[in-house]
């Protein structure tokens, strides 16, 4: 089983949809939760940190279920600049690890 | 601020040649990160430096591959000899502390190596 696992996709929505990405990790010792997001042919970028608490920026809502080692991304009123690669990464010690990314492509 | 930067954006080079590339953190980041990226087995980590010494080198994949960090602002990565296997996008990244301290890693533009 690999430590981040993420649906592949693509998720194909139109503009406006609401659209939401899963995530499950392994190691129960998790200790942060990120978003990234990467564009074709970029580097990957940090679209959010993700709290205990769950937290929400703009449109963008993250939640984390411990007891479950799950964590999620909402994306509210989608925008065609949305589409892109959504990467969940868990951190533990010193270490980050990436899921293998979810693909959104928001359509006109 | 300048972000990370890596060298060269892209390289092309034939089987057998030996291939270096470049990076310089965000001052004042204690970690560094290089991963490699491709189609078929996504993003991978290759080695991480915490204040220029090599912590976990775990994800090198063979001999071939050989990392150094001889400065604070400064890391290599080197294949040699390359094989067209090594084809893919190397990224380089840089955090101010450790990931279960929640700190967030921002990468580099990239290289894209093509080994023909």
């Known amino acids: 089983r690999k430590e981040v696992e993420q649906d592949p996709g693509p998720f194909n929505v139109p503009e406006g949809a609401t659209v939401a990405f899963n995530c499950t990790y392994s190691?129960?010792?998790?200790?942060?939760f990120f978003w990234y997001r990467q564009d074709c042919r970029k580097e990957p970028k940090l679209l959010m940190s993700?709290?205990?608490s769950g937290n929400e920026d703009g449109r963008f809502t993250a939640q984390l279920n411990r007891a479950s080692q799950y964590i999620s991304l909402l994306i509210r009123d989608s925008k065609l600049s949305d589409s892109a690669t959504y990467l969940c990464?868990?951190?533990?010690?010193?270490?980050?690890?990436f899921g293998p990314g979810t693909r959104l492509s928001v359509l006109p | 601020d300048a972000g990370v930067i890596q060298s060269p954006r892209h390289e092309v080079t034939e089987m057998g040649q030996e291939v270096t590339l470049r990076c310089k953190p965000i001052?004042?980041?204690?970690?560094l990160f290089w991963y490699r990226q491709t189609m078929m087995r996504g993003l991978e980590l290759l080695i991480y430096?915490?204040?220029?010494?090599?912590?976990?080198d775990s994800g090198m994949p063979e001999d071939r591959f050989s990392a150094k960090m001889p400065n604070a602002s400064f890391s290599t990565l080197k294949i040699q000899p390359s094989e067209p296997r090594d084809s893919a996008v190397y990224f380089c990244?840089?955090?101010?502390?450790?990931?279960?301290?929640?700190?967030?890693?921002?990468f580099g533009p990239g290289t894209r190596l093509t080994v023909t």
């Open positions: 990244a840089s955090s101010l502390g450790p990931a279960g301290l929640s700190y967030e890693q921002y």
């Open positions: 190691n129960s010792a998790s200790q942060s």
């Open positions: 993700v709290y205990s």
């Open positions: 990464v868990v951190g533990y010690g010193q270490n980050f690890v």
């Open positions: 001052s004042g980041h204690d970690y």
């Open positions: 430096f915490n204040n220029n010494v090599p912590i976990d």
